[in-house]
Each structure stands twice: as C-alpha cells, then as structure tokens.
C-alpha cells in the first residue's frame, strides 16, 4: 500500500468519522474519488465489500452493508490497514493527529498491539477493537472539549454499528443480538444474499462439522422465526440417540428404508448415509426449496451422491478420491404426503413444536417391527407451563410437578400409542428420554388389533395427591369407586381439610425403557466413537433395570437381550425377499411379542422422588449415592435417573422413602449448639447415624 500524506490521512478520519455518522453509503463512495486513488485499500478495509475486477483492470464493487475498520479478525488485518513495511512516519488508522502523532513502523506496530488489539470484544471470530476516531455522536449538553475528553473510546457493534464505550457494555449489547438471533453475517451479508448468487455459498454460510459430516448454515439457522433452514446445535444429543437406534435396526435387517421426515439442512440423514451406507436407503423430505436446495449442497459437501441425479458414481479421471461414499433420496414433499404414499422401515420425526399432527401418517404404512423416533420441542405445553395448549395438543390433563419431565415423556408415549391403536398396530416403547430443550421418544411397531388393545390397556389415569406429591396409577376398569383417595398411599386426604388430590391423564403406564435395546445402542455408541453420549446411555441402562450395578458388559449380554436379532435373522433366512414387514400364514405377531417380554427384565417402577424436594429441615442429608445403598439394603430396588439429578426411582412408597431419608440424616450444627453444648453423633463402623 503506498504511504499517506498526513493531510490525506487527517481528511480520510474526517470522512470516515462523517459517514459512520450518517450511515450514507454514497459518502463512501465519494470520499474513495476524493483522495485520487491513495486511500482507495483504506476505505475498502473499512466496508464488508465483495471486490471484482473489470476489463479494464480497476476494481469495482460495493455491496453489503458498511463495516468500520476497527472491526478485523486478526492482527495481521489490522496492521494492514498501514504499510508499516514501508519508510517514513505513519499515522494511526484509528486514532485522530491530536492524540496519536504520526511515527515510524516500530512503534506504531506497538501501538496498535497494546492499545487497540489488546482490549479488543469478540463475537463469531470478528474482533471489535477500541476505536480513538470521533465517530461517536456528541451530546448537546456537553461542551467540545469534556465530550472529546470522556467520549471518544468506543466500539463499534460488528451487528448494528453501534457504538459503545465501555467493553461490558458492548458484551451485553451483543448478548441481546444472540438472544435475537442477530449474527454478524446476517447484517453484513444481507445485500450479497439478495443481489450476488454465485458468492452465496462462500459468503453467507458457516461450515459446520458433527460426527464427522459437514453441513453448511445460513447465519440466522439458530432462529426458526428468520431462518429457512433451522439448526440447533443443542439438539447434538438427540441426533446421536436417533442415530444409534438406527444403528441397531440395521444390524437387525438390512437394507432399511429409512425416512427423516424433516430435514432442513439434512444432516440427520447425511449421519444415516455416511457411517452406516449400504445397510440403509436415506431418503431426505423437507417441504421448503430453500432447505431442498440446502439439502442438495450438503449432499455434495460430503461427497454423497442423490438418487435420480446425473452425478457420475466416479468422475473421469480422478480415480477413488471423488467416488460417492454413499446415496441418499432427496425429496421435496409434505410429511404426510410421502408416509401415505410410501412404506419405511424406521421414521424419524422432528417438527418445529409439537410432532402429534403426523403421527397418524407415520403409522399408517411403517412396517412390521419397524421403528418410530418422536422428537417434541414444545416444551411449553410439555413441561405444564401452557395447560390448554397441552390439552389441546395432547388431551391430557396435567399439573406442575416434581417428575414433570416423565410426565411430559409418558404422555407423548400416550399420543403415540393412540395414533398407532386406530391403525391397528401396538407399540413396545424401547426409549424415552425428555431432557431441557426436548422429549424424545422411540417406539417399536407390532403389527395387529392385539397388540394395539394391549398397548391401549395401558393407558391409564394419575392420581396425584398436590400436598406430599405422592402418585399412583389408577386401577384399570370401568366401575365407580366411591373414593379414589383409597388407592392413595399417603393420608393427606384425611388430615387436611377439602379436596388434596387431582387426577392427571390419560397417560403411558407401561415401562418407558428396553434393556435388551439400550445395551446395543451403547454397543452403537462405542464403535462410532460417541463419548459424550455414553454416559447417558449408561444411566438408562441402570435406570431400565432399576439398579446401582453399574454393568456394561455388552458382549457377553448379547445372548440374553439378542432374542430379537435371532427372531429377524431366522425370519430373514427364510425369506431373504420379503421386506415389506407382512406375516407368512404360520406366524404370528404375538409369539414374537411373548419372546419379548421374556428377555425383558421386571419392569422399572414409574416416576421417581426428589431427594431435595422431601428433605428434612434442619437435617443433613446423606450423599445421595450413599442414600442408594441404604434404600438397597432397605430392600428397595432403586436407581438414578436421567430425567434428575439429584432423583431417585425406586418401588418404595413416598412414606418409605422418607423414613430411610430421616433415619440416615443427621442434625445440622447450629441445631446441636442452640442444645446448649455440643454433642458427639455416635455412629456405628459404616459411618451411619445411630438411633
């Protein structure tokens, strides 16, 4: 860059600091003619710009909004803003004359490190670097030179350009611009999206990498409101438990027709295609062009060839390097519209909300002992915080909770067991998991108007009682007791005055959990190198079988929970051809369903207790893997649960429970000093409080 006069560089922060002002981009343009080519890189650096040059060798572009010259992504940026290489005095690009003299290379390089560079405020990778311009507005009620004196640090908002003084409140400001699902590209690439096609994709969209599949973003994916193709980053759990549950289907028959019916940037079924290949046909739906064509670019990011396209499975001469790893079936259609059509083998649905509008077409033509994943967002009428969506969604009534989390898990399970009764298919639930931002269910479809009345029995009725918040499932059958506060274990109702119960439902009263099941998923999980999801995978394990053995020999339990695989594969050999899930004459859907419930252990105990919720005033309570073990030599099956931390599910009834609770707690401190003097705690050689 070819060195500035000081007159020049005095007139340049005297145009910039205007037209930040103003916000007129036509004053950009004028200023860059004014300074006859010198500051031409200068301005340039100060503006998001796409730069294209002509015929005649000049560089022509403006589009996209104005970026101010403090805001670079690294050092090196900002010290291109000045030819330090070069000889002579220099100024400071973002320091006025009267503050900053012009010096020589060495000592402006130090300047901008430590002055500028070194407090700078981060967002997305663009670093905001304080800024000594007079670019900020001066307030009328202060004279010139008390504005210039308290006013002219500042930072430039990389979103709104914005200017702020202090640095926390820069990060607060941009904290709202998160919660808004404003990015920095949204606002700098806003004209490029609309007016230059071709450097879209190399402008506007972020690379992002997960399991090892790489996926393009619009800035705005993390807003469903403004974005065309919505990404969660924090639903990574929930892809890698569907991915799993897809895993163990096709180790059981193969190949699998597989439907992701929403896939907006398609990395779910990218995931299927690229780590379990020929054992599943991936067939991508979205109903949006933007996601289609999203989807479409995906497909060729990860080197995955469309079913129906053109696409070479080898290109000409470059040998294995670009052969197509795998083939998936893009598809722009509505949800309900391709399950009536076509039948699939596992369907993975996960709708912006509430999935209870597609859960009649998802069961009408999935096949036998296929697989249904559910995944709810609507955690507002989930989790009681909007008690008429939630009856309008889910016919259920419901009330806030300890275990609010199972409740929301169990009526989901209900909804999909209803919708798979009138079509006459029952459901053995394999996975229930509700966690902060969803509730994920999935559901292993038995074909027959038996298994649809078995699995309709177990929709039953919770009586809750809202004093001690013990619960029961009521009894099944059709005769009016004269009191339901019968089956209530706990006596609220005869010690406080007026009604103490209410009764919540209908809900799921099955078990929400297949061992069998769990233990290959977690087989899944260790060979695809999931890390972070095997703890999760551990705990459901000891919360199916309800216990503290923390046992994870997978391969030697193969035998045990492999009753399944053996019943497919058999079936299989016998017919290889027949994949369309129907019976042949002499079977019969209820043996396969009575090996099930042989390899399945005794059913978990329904819901769980919080050890905080009932704790004792004025008592320390034991640690709670400790309060495990005095609940298992109590004679209780008991174990952690993933629904909460500090929960206990276990067979004992609430008045059990805290009664074990009030025997191993001990008196807090202060209780024993306001006795008068301090008394020892006379335990026994396991460390218990003695009676």
């Keep these: 860059m070819a060195e500035l006069k000081e007159e020049d560089v005095g007139q340049l922060h005297q145009e910039d600091a205007d037209n930040q002002g103003n916000g007129d981009m036509k004053a950009v343009s004028g200023a ?411 559901v292993r479809v038995l074909r027959g108007p038996t298994q649809a009345d078995e699995a309709a029995k177990r929709l039953r009725q919770l009586l809750h009682c809202q004093w001690c918040e013990e619960r029961v499932f009521l009894k099944p059958g059709s005769m009016v007791e004269d009191s339901l506060y019968r089956q209530l274990p706990c006596q609220c109702h005869g010690s406080m005055p007026g009604k103490t119960a209410v009764e919540l439902g209908p809900l799921w009263s099955g078990p929400l959990f297949n061992t069998g099941f769990l233990r290959r998923m977690l087989v899944a999980a260790v060979k695809h190198s999931m890390e972070d999801l095997q703890p999760l995978l551990k705990t459901l394990v000891c919360e199916a079988d309800c216990t503290t053995v923390k046992s994870f020999s997978v391969t030697a339990n193969q035998v045990e929970c492999g009753v399944v695989i053996k019943t497919l594969q058999k079936a299989e050999g016998a017919d290889s051809s027949d994949q369309s899930g129907k019976r042949k004459p002499g079977e019969d859907s209820g043996s396969v369903v009575k090996k099930l419930k042989t390899e399945a252990s005794l059913d978990h105990p329904p819901f769980y207790y919080s050890i905080h919720r009932h704790s004792i005033r004025g008592m320390n309570m034991p640690k709670l893997n400790k309060f495990l073990q005095y609940l298992t030599e109590a004679g209780f099956r008991v174990s952690r649960t993933h629904f909460d931390p500090t929960g206990v599910r276990t067979d004992a009834t609430l008045e059990q429970f805290k009664s074990v609770l009030t025997k191993y707690s001990a008196p807090t401190y202060s209780n024993a000093q306001s006795a008068g003097h301090s008394m020892p705690v006379a335990t026994d050689d396991a460390g218990r409080v003695g009676n």
């Excluded at 006859?36 to 890189?41: I, L, R, Y």
């Excluded at 300047?111 to 304080?130: A, D, T």
């Excluded at 974005?227 to 799993?244: A, E, G, H, I």
């Excluded at 509008?357 to 009408?364: K, P, Q, T, V």
């Design 32 to 442: 860059v003619e004014e300074a006859n080519g010198q500051s031409c890189a200068r301005s340039a650096a100060s503006c998001d710009t796409v730069q294209v040059e002509g015929s005649d060798g000049q560089t022509s572009v403006n589009v996209g909004p104005e970026r101010h010259i403090s805001i670079q992504t690294t050092l090196e940026g900002l010290e291109k803003l000045v030819d330090l290489n070069g000889a002579g005095r220099k100024s400071c690009p973002l320091c006025p004359e009267e503050k900053f003299k012009a010096c020589y290379s060495h000592k402006l390089r130090r300047h901008l490190q430590n002055l500028h560079w070194k407090v700078y405020v981060e967002f997305e990778g663009q670093k905001m670097c304080i800024c000594h311009l007079p670019c900020r507005q001066l307030r009328p009620s202060l004279g010139a030179d008390q504005a210039a004196g308290r006013l002219v640090a500042h930072y430039h908002c990389v979103v709104c350009s914005v200017t702020i003084a202090r640095k926390t409140d820069m990060i607060s400001h941009l904290k709202r611009h998160i919660n808004k699902g404003e990015t920095e590209a949204s606002y700098s690439q806003n004209t490029d999206m609309l007016e230059q096609e071709p450097v879209r994709a190399g402008q506007a969209y972020e690379i992002m990498k997960e399991l090892g599949t790489n996926v393009q973003l619009l800035p705005n994916h993390s807003t469903p409101q403004k974005s065309d193709t919505y990404f969660n980053r924090k639903m990574k759990t929930n892809r890698q438990l569907v991915f799993c549950a897809l895993a163990v289907l096709a180790e059981e028959r193969s190949p699998l027709e597989c439907l992701d019916a929403f896939g907006a940037t398609g990395i779910m079924g990218l995931q299927w295609a690229k780590h379990l290949r020929g054992a599943v046909k991936v067939i991508i739906n979205d109903i949006s062009e933007p996601c289609v064509k999203m989807i479409k670019e995906n497909c060729q990011l990860n080197n995955i060839r469309m079913e129906g396209s053109r696409t070479p499975r080898a290109a000409e001469g470059q040998g294995d390097a670009d052969t197509p790893i795998a083939t998936v079936e893009v598809v722009k259609m509505d949800a309900n519209v391709i399950m009536h059509l076509r039948a699939f083998d596992y369907i993975h649905l996960d709708p912006f909300g509430t999935s209870v509008n597609y859960l009649d077409a998802a069961f009408r033509n999935v096949r036998n002992l296929g697989i249904v994943s559910v995944t709810s967002t609507d955690t507002g009428s989930l989790y009681s915080k909007s008690l008429n969506v939630t009856l309008r969604h889910y016919g259920c009534q419901i009330v806030r909770t300890e275990y609010y989390r199972e409740l929301a898990a169990r009526m989901v399970v209900a909804s999909v067991a209803r919708a798979a009764a009138r079509c006459n298919k029952g459901v053995e639930v394999l996975l229930a998991v509700a966690l902060e931002h969803f509730v994920l269910v999935v």
